[in-house]
């Protein structure tokens, strides 16, 4: 416990003093770049030790243990013992409707175009694009749903996602997620960092941090996008940023087309000799730079280096699928030969799992289904349902999916009125952050299980809300950490991915 | 007078402030009557010698008043330290007078006097405050191996959530009886074919609880201080409790047994389970906390009745309740659905807890492991065990890399993952030897039935990856032979159809993954849709009347067909309702254009 509070700049800048000077010895002539290890009590005592004895000066406390990760990235270790190793985040940017995949409403087919009771919007604000309408027709769902078998009355999934229906005992599905923001910057940022406003880590980069590498070759947080059939908001950079954790812990995107990283390889007639000689040489001006200046970026920077140098072998390996066989191929759908589609994704994520990669993060474009739904949603489910199946079938049989969280979310939910007309064979729907579905598969988490309960608008929550916060602080526990000790301090306070919120929902644990 | 009072006690508590003035004023003194002495000088002015005879005594007589709050219980150490001081204060004073009346050399030899006086008495200040033997520590080459919290071996049903809210959770204890015996770790069962005999695992005060005490409690509750009035450094210590009475509280034999602990009663385990923010909470919230196994381990003692001489069972409880085992396997009937294996799995399985070594891992063969790239952690922190993953360097991975990394390691590897490597039959020996593996990860290399024969009675391994191995049916028989084994895993293995429906038969707790996952299975699912606005309104029409008109679909279709904003064919699902009327767009862009200037666009619609 010794590390109760979070790191004290003082104390960083002392650790990293500490750090240069133990590594610049042990970075030479070592392919890996640094020798690191990743242990409490043996790394982490000895700088503790050399860190101690300067702490000693300033008066500071003694320092505990400072495991350092694969890459000679220090992170803070997990609190206690983890059950989930890794995370797969299939993030559904722009907002499924819960209506229509998940949230089983059999009662709004009998009230079709009925306007949406005052009682139950009780004053919800709108989005500049329905506020102006006259009416709120509810629109139910035109698809048909099942009730699947899991490990309690069953799961209930629309027509559209049959396959995920194969899944139902692994899934610990949420009717009751709701959120803050109700546009998609705010809405992703604050599910991806944990407030609305842009700058703070996302949650890979707190994983990278908080677990680092497992693999010495890759990045701890990797990022890979589809692009979506239906309408589509903006991605930004950020929403993979770092914000003032260090740098080398933002996420590192992977593209689908062309060079999977964009400037890895060797311009023509640079040799990997050659590659590595001007490493060294650069290391040994940053070192100097950083001697001087004490500047931890550039520290990310010579890591960084090193980084790309050891992926310049390993992601050819890892893009290549042809050592996968046909069975697994088709598994994952037609698509899966399609790069950058989300079937090569779930099988790219699948293969990031089992190389030890901490955080990997899917961005499924497209569910923006302001108006065409049903067609739009059609194609949207038909190109997820299936890889996302096959993700946690192909990680359940090779005994991965103990130890990895499969997430799926969108930034919020849709609203159950119709956006623009309504006819029983079209209409849109509008954001809404009241409630919506997210659902999550392994790691620790319950599987089989459906919790909490909207009313019969899938409006308002009714039963067991969780919160986005509560989500977060439940997960990392999966992952082995206290929410309120995952922390860093930035302008003068102790932040956290939970910020000043969030609890762990122990009904959502196995 | 309460004002006094306090006053007074500030002034005692100011005791480390005043201290350090004498000694530097007389040492000061000291040396400048040495130089003096030598060249001949005069004395020091009288004043300073004054000043410095006050602070002695102000420094005593603080001291004498810190010696009357609670916590600090006479000792020879402190004993020591308050005489000296008067000593001190006593001798300074006798040297100002001797000053004043300028018998310069009695003077000089009190000065000496109180100097020499108070060197051990500021010693003996120290020891009381910064433990004992705290100037010579650095040189002692201890013996006595750093405290390492106590891990609490896994027992099914016994397990401690480390993150649980509230760790005073009744822990369930239905399943202790399983628990076996860690000692004969390395015996092969292959003659004992029969369902081991459970042992308990011991523990005792001596080994574990006294050192937890130390290492936790007794800086303020022992020798040196013993805050509340409690001392926890001896059995009669901690059972003669502190100022608020006994720590432990046994039953009287009227609602608990005789001679059984009263836990929710005993302070000594309430007190660590309060919030780390209350005021009674301990160890306070500043000092190291103790861990929910250490925790756990009190409790555990408690449990048995807090004994002192005899050891204590881990895992035996109050009551052991037989173990109940939901779905009784049927010998002659295979298991159609491997799912439902999984609850009779964790009710049946005898898990023999891996034992953690005592020492850390040795810090050469780690650097080796990570400088080849292997990532090695501790599988919880704080715990000796390692969790060694070999996926960065895989495909260049063999037998004799492996052999090299791992050898140093053997004792400490709890999960180990070869997945993707190009190991063979020939490693398993090496880790069929590891004492503490409890998870073994093989996917995807070329290991056999015969690197498999090597695990052979494996006490602890608990889950196995063979997942894309070469192993068959034969596999079985090793399979059968593990006794903690219950996750396994064998999809793309060699296994035949008949053969892994055997396995399943002879290994009922055991769930087995073969990546059968069965189909979809479909409850219900709901007929044909109808649409209609049938339903009674919520809000309800107040006088009862029908449903007020809903039928009208038509109103919510765009009175334009051309796009206001950019004069493209408008596009229906793009559409606003501004003023009563609704307005289409070509695409979703155009909308926010007509916000900003609905006016301007309003002239281009058709009236």
Request: hydrophobic share 40%; glycine share 8%; aromatic share 8%.
């Given at each position: 416990?010794?590390?109760?509070?979070?790191?004290?700049?003082?104390r960083?800048?002392?650790?990293?003093?500490?750090?240069?000077?133990?590594?610049?010895?042990?970075?030479?002539?070592?392919?890996?770049?640094?020798?690191?290890?990743?242990?409490?009590?043996?790394?982490?005592?000895?700088?503790?030790?050399?860190?101690?004895?300067?702490?000693?000066?300033?008066?500071?406390p003694?320092?505990?243990?400072s495991?350092?990760?694969?890459?000679?990235?220090?992170?803070?270790?997990?609190?206690?013992k983890?059950?989930?190793?890794?995370?797969i985040?299939?993030?559904?940017?722009?907002?499924?409707s819960?209506?229509?995949?998940?949230?089983?409403?059999p009662?709004?087919?009998?009230?079709?175009?009925?306007?949406?009771?005052?009682?139950?919007?009780?004053?919800?604000?709108?989005?500049?694009?329905?506020?102006?309408?006259?009416?709120?027709?509810?629109?139910?769902?035109?698809?048909?749903?099942?009730?699947?078998?899991?490990?309690?009355?069953?799961?209930?999934?629309?027509?559209?996602?049959?396959?995920?229906?194969?899944?139902?005992?692994?899934?610990?599905?949420?009717?009751?997620?709701?959120?803050?923001?109700?546009?998609?910057?705010?809405g992703?940022?604050?599910?991806?960092?944990?407030?609305?406003q842009?700058?703070?880590?996302?949650?890979?980069?707190?994983?990278?941090?908080?677990?680092?590498?497992?693999?010495?070759?890759l990045?701890?947080?990797?990022?890979?996008?589809?692009?979506?059939?239906?309408n589509?908001?903006?991605?930004?950079?950020?929403?993979w940023g770092?914000g003032?954790?260090?740098?080398?812990?933002?996420?590192?995107?992977?593209?689908?087309?062309?060079?999977?990283?964009?400037?890895?390889?060797?311009?023509?007639?640079?040799?990997?000799?050659?590659?590595?000689?001007?490493?060294?040489?650069?290391?040994?001006?940053?070192?100097?730079?950083?001697?001087?200046?004490?500047?931890?970026?550039?520290?990310?920077?010579?890591?960084?280096?090193?980084?790309?140098?050891?992926m310049?072998?390993?992601?050819?390996?890892?893009?290549?699928?042809?050592?996968?066989?046909?069975?697994?191929?088709?598994?994952?759908?037609?698509?899966?030969?399609?790069?950058?589609?989300?079937?090569?994704?779930?099988?790219?994520?699948?293969?990031?799992?089992?190389?030890?990669?901490?955080?990997?993060?899917?961005?499924?474009r497209?569910?923006?289904?302001?108006?065409?739904?049903?067609?739009?949603?059609?194609?949207q489910?038909?190109?997820?349902?299936?890889?996302?199946?096959?993700?946690?079938?192909?990680?359940?049989?090779?005994?991965?999916l103990?130890?990895?969280?499969?997430?799926?979310?969108?930034?919020?939910?849709?609203?159950?009125?119709?956006?623009?007309?309504?006819?029983?064979?079209?209409?849109?729907r509008?954001?809404?952050?009241?409630?919506?579905?997210?659902?999550?598969?392994?790691?620790g988490?319950?599987?089989?299980?459906?919790?909490?309960k909207?009313?019969?608008?899938?409006?308002?929550?009714?039963?067991?809300?969780?919160?986005?916060?509560?989500?977060?602080?439940?997960?990392?526990?999966?992952?082995?950490?206290?929410?309120?000790?995952?922390?860093?301090?930035s302008?003068?306070?102790?932040?956290?991915?939970?910020?000043?919120?969030?609890?762990?929902?122990?009904?959502?644990?196995? | 007078?309460?004002?006094?009072?306090d006053?007074?006690?500030?002034?005692?508590?100011?005791?480390?402030?005043?201290?350090?003035m004498?000694?530097?004023?007389?040492?000061?003194l000291?040396?400048?009557?040495?130089?003096?002495?030598?060249?001949?000088?005069?004395?020091?002015?009288?004043?300073?010698?004054?000043?410095?005879?006050?602070?002695?005594?102000?420094?005593?007589?603080?001291?004498?008043?810190?010696?009357?709050?609670?916590?600090?219980?006479?000792?020879?150490v402190?004993?020591?330290?308050?005489?000296?001081?008067?000593?001190t204060?006593?001798?300074?004073?006798?040297?100002?007078?001797?000053?004043?009346?300028?018998?310069?050399?009695f003077?000089?030899?009190?000065?000496?006097?109180?100097?020499?006086?108070?060197?051990?008495?500021g010693?003996?200040?120290?020891?009381?405050?910064?433990?004992?033997?705290?100037?010579?520590?650095?040189?002692?080459?201890?013996?006595?191996?750093e405290?390492?919290?106590?891990?609490?071996?896994?027992?099914?049903?016994?397990?401690?959530?480390?993150?649980?809210?509230?760790?005073?959770?009744?822990?369930?204890?239905?399943?202790?009886?399983?628990?076996?015996?860690?000692e004969?770790?390395?015996?092969?069962?292959?003659?004992?074919?029969?369902?081991?005999?459970?042992?308990?695992?011991?523990?005792s005060?001596?080994?574990?609880?006294a050192?937890?005490?130390?290492?936790?409690?007794?800086?303020?509750?022992?020798?040196?201080?013993?805050?509340?009035?409690?001392?926890?450094?001896?059995?009669?210590?901690?059972?003669?409790?502190?100022?608020?009475?006994?720590?432990?509280?046994?039953?009287?034999?009227?609602?608990?047994?005789?001679?059984?602990?009263?836990?929710?009663?005993?302070?000594?385990?309430?007190?660590?389970?309060l919030?780390?923010?209350?005021?009674?909470?301990?160890?306070?919230?500043?000092?190291?906390?103790?861990?929910?196994?250490?925790i756990?381990?009190?409790?555990?003692?408690?449990?048995?009745?807090?004994?002192?001489?005899?050891?204590?069972e881990?895992?035996?409880?109050?009551?052991?309740?037989?173990?109940?085992?939901?779905?009784?396997?049927?010998?002659?009937?295979?298991?159609?659905?491997?799912?439902?294996?999984?609850?009779?799995?964790?009710?049946?399985?005898?898990?023999?807890?891996?034992?953690?070594?005592?020492?850390?891992?040795?810090?050469?063969?780690?650097?080796?492991?990570?400088?080849?790239?292997?990532?090695?952690?501790?599988?919880?922190?704080?715990s000796?065990?390692?969790?060694?993953?070999?996926a960065?360097?895989?495909?260049?991975?063999?037998?004799?890399?492996?052999?090299?990394?791992?050898?140093?390691?053997?004792?400490?590897?709890?999960?180990?993952?070869?997945a993707?490597?190009?190991?063979?039959?020939?490693?398993?020996?090496?880790?069929?030897?590891?004492?503490?593996l409890t998870?073994?990860?093989?996917?995807?290399?070329?290991?056999?039935?015969?690197?498999?024969?090597e695990?052979?009675?494996?006490?602890?391994?608990?889950?196995l990856?063979?997942?894309?191995?070469?192993?068959?049916?034969?596999?079985?028989?090793?399979?059968?032979?593990?006794?903690?084994?219950?996750?396994?895993?064998?999809?793309?293995?060699?296994?035949?159809?008949?053969?892994?429906?055997?396995?399943?038969?002879?290994?009922?707790?055991?769930?087995?993954?073969?990546?059968?996952?069965?189909?979809?299975?479909?409850?219900?699912?709901?007929?044909?849709?109808?649409?209609?606005?049938?339903?009674p309104?919520?809000?309800?029409?107040a006088?009862?009347?029908?449903?007020?008109?809903?039928?009208d679909?038509?109103?919510?279709?765009?009175?334009?067909?051309?796009?206001?904003?950019?004069?493209?064919?408008?596009d229906?699902?793009?559409?606003?309702?501004?003023?009563?009327?609704?307005?289409?767009?070509?695409?979703?862009?155009?909308?926010?254009?007509?916000?900003?200037?609905?006016?301007a666009?309003?002239?281009?619609?058709?009236?």
């Open positions: 416990m010794e590390s109760h509070n979070p790191p004290d700049p003082l960083e800048r002392e650790l990293l003093m500490t750090r240069r000077r133990f590594f610049g010895t042990a970075a030479k002539g070592l392919g890996a770049g640094f020798g690191a290890l990743a242990l409490n009590g043996l790394l982490g005592k000895e700088l503790g030790a050399m860190a101690g004895g300067m702490g000693g000066l300033n008066g500071l003694e320092l505990g243990p495991p350092v990760d694969a890459v000679g990235n220090r992170i803070t270790g997990p609190h206690f983890p059950k989930a190793k890794r995370v985040y299939l993030h559904m940017e722009g907002a499924p819960q209506l229509d995949l998940y949230d089983y409403k009662g709004l087919r009998s009230r079709f175009n009925q306007d949406l009771p005052e009682s139950i919007r009780d004053g919800q604000r709108l989005t500049g694009m329905t506020s102006g309408q006259t009416r709120f027709p509810v629109a139910p769902s035109i698809f048909k749903f099942s009730r699947y078998k899991n490990n309690q009355d069953g799961l209930w999934l629309s027509e559209l996602l049959p396959h995920t229906g194969s899944v139902a005992k692994e899934i610990c599905m949420i009717n009751s997620m709701h959120t803050e923001a109700i546009n998609h910057e705010p992703i940022t604050f599910f991806q960092t944990g407030n609305q842009p700058g703070r880590p996302s949650f890979g980069s707190w994983m990278s941090y908080g677990l680092g590498s497992a693999n010495a070759n990045p701890a947080f990797v990022v890979m996008i589809t692009q979506g059939i239906g589509m908001q903006a991605l930004s950079q950020r929403f770092s003032f954790l260090p740098s080398e812990h933002q996420g590192c995107k992977l593209r689908s087309g062309g060079d999977p990283v964009l400037f890895l390889r060797n311009p023509e007639g640079v040799s990997r000799e050659d590659r590595r000689r001007m490493l060294d040489l650069v290391g040994d001006l940053n070192e100097k730079e950083y001697e001087r200046s004490f500047d931890p970026e550039v520290q990310s920077r010579i890591s960084q280096y090193e980084m790309a140098y050891r310049q072998m390993s992601v050819p390996e890892l893009t290549d699928f042809s050592d996968e066989d046909e069975a697994t191929l088709a598994m994952y759908g037609p698509d899966v030969h399609k790069p950058g589609s989300f079937a090569a994704n779930c099988l790219m994520a699948r293969r990031l799992a089992e190389r030890g990669v901490r955080f990997i993060q899917l961005y499924m497209g569910w923006d289904q302001h108006g065409n739904l049903p067609n739009e949603l059609r194609a489910a038909g190109a997820i349902d299936q890889p996302q199946a096959a993700l946690i079938k192909d990680l359940k049989r090779r005994g991965l103990d130890d990895t969280i499969v997430l799926s979310a969108g930034e919020f939910g849709r609203t159950v009125y119709s956006q623009g007309t309504l006819t029983t064979e079209n209409y849109g509008d954001h809404h952050p009241r409630c919506f579905s997210v659902w999550a598969a392994g790691g988490m319950n599987p089989g299980i459906t919790y909490g909207t009313d019969d608008f899938s409006y308002n929550i009714v039963e067991n809300p969780v919160d986005v916060h509560e989500l977060h602080a439940t997960l990392l526990h999966c992952l082995g950490f206290n929410h309120e000790r995952l922390g860093y301090r302008q003068g306070r102790d932040m956290r991915l939970t910020d000043v919120g969030g609890h762990v929902n122990q009904s959502l644990l196995a | 007078m309460d004002f006094f009072a006053l007074f006690a500030v002034f005692g508590r100011s005791h480390p402030l005043l201290l350090h004498p000694i530097g004023m007389l040492v000061g000291g040396f400048v009557e040495l130089i003096a002495v030598k060249r001949g000088h005069q004395p020091m002015a009288r004043l300073y010698v004054f000043i410095a005879a006050c602070t002695a005594v102000f420094a005593a007589a603080s001291g004498l008043v810190l010696h009357e709050e609670p916590g600090y219980e006479s000792s020879s402190l004993e020591w330290h308050e005489w000296l001081g008067i000593a204060a006593a001798f300074a004073c006798v040297c100002f007078a001797m000053r004043l009346v300028g018998a310069i050399k003077y000089r030899i009190f000065l000496l006097l109180s100097v020499v006086v108070m060197i051990p008495a010693h003996f200040g120290a020891e009381m405050t910064h433990g004992k033997g705290f100037l010579w520590e650095p040189f002692e080459t201890s013996d006595e191996p405290y390492v919290p106590p891990v609490l071996p896994k027992i099914p049903g016994n397990e401690v959530d480390p993150e649980s809210e509230d760790p005073s959770d009744p822990v369930d204890s239905t399943d202790l009886t399983n628990a076996s015996d860690p004969n770790g390395d015996k092969p069962t292959a003659e004992n074919d029969q369902p081991q005999i459970p042992e308990p695992i011991l523990a005060y001596e080994e574990h609880i050192p937890m005490f130390a290492a936790r409690c007794n800086k303020c509750h022992g020798e040196r201080k013993s805050k509340g009035d409690l001392r926890m450094d001896s059995a009669d210590a901690i059972l003669a409790g502190g100022e608020n009475g006994e720590i432990i509280v046994f039953g009287m034999g009227i609602d608990h047994p005789e001679g059984a602990v009263v836990i929710e009663e005993s302070e000594i385990y309430q007190r660590l389970l919030p780390l923010d209350d005021d009674d909470h301990m160890p306070p919230e500043s000092k190291t906390q103790l861990t929910n196994s250490e756990e381990f009190l409790r555990l003692w408690l449990e048995a009745g807090a004994p002192f001489e005899e050891p204590f881990l895992g035996a409880g109050k009551q052991v309740p037989p173990p109940t085992v939901k779905d009784p396997p049927k010998p002659d009937k295979p298991k159609p659905n491997p799912e439902e294996a999984t609850s009779a799995a964790n009710q049946a399985t005898a898990v023999t807890p891996a034992v953690a070594p005592t020492e850390a891992a040795p810090q050469e063969a780690l650097l080796a492991l990570t400088n080849a790239l292997i990532h090695v952690q501790p599988v919880e922190p704080g000796t065990m390692l969790w060694v993953d070999f960065a360097p895989a495909a260049t991975i063999d037998d004799a890399q492996a052999h090299a990394l791992l050898q140093p390691l053997q004792g400490h590897i709890g999960e180990l993952s070869l993707r490597t190009k190991i063979t039959d020939a490693s398993l020996s090496q880790i069929a030897a590891m004492p503490a998870r073994l990860d093989l996917r995807n290399t070329a290991i056999t039935n015969t690197g498999l024969a695990l052979q009675g494996h006490q602890v391994l608990q889950q990856v063979l997942s894309q191995t070469q192993v068959t049916d034969e596999a079985a028989a090793t399979l059968q032979s593990l006794p903690s084994l219950h996750r396994l895993w064998v999809w793309d293995a060699k296994m035949t159809a008949d053969g892994l429906a055997a396995l399943r038969n002879s290994l009922p707790h055991v769930h087995i993954d073969a990546g059968d996952l069965s189909n979809p299975e479909v409850l219900e699912t709901e007929g044909d849709l109808v649409f209609n606005g049938d339903a309104l919520v809000d309800g029409p006088d009862g009347e029908a449903a007020p008109a809903v039928a679909v038509a109103s919510l279709t765009p009175i334009n067909t051309v796009c206001p904003v950019s004069g493209k064919p408008v229906p699902k793009y559409s606003v309702v501004y003023e009563g009327r609704v307005i289409g767009f070509c695409c979703p862009n155009c909308p926010k254009t007509f916000w900003e200037n609905p006016e666009c309003l002239a281009k619609l058709p009236k």
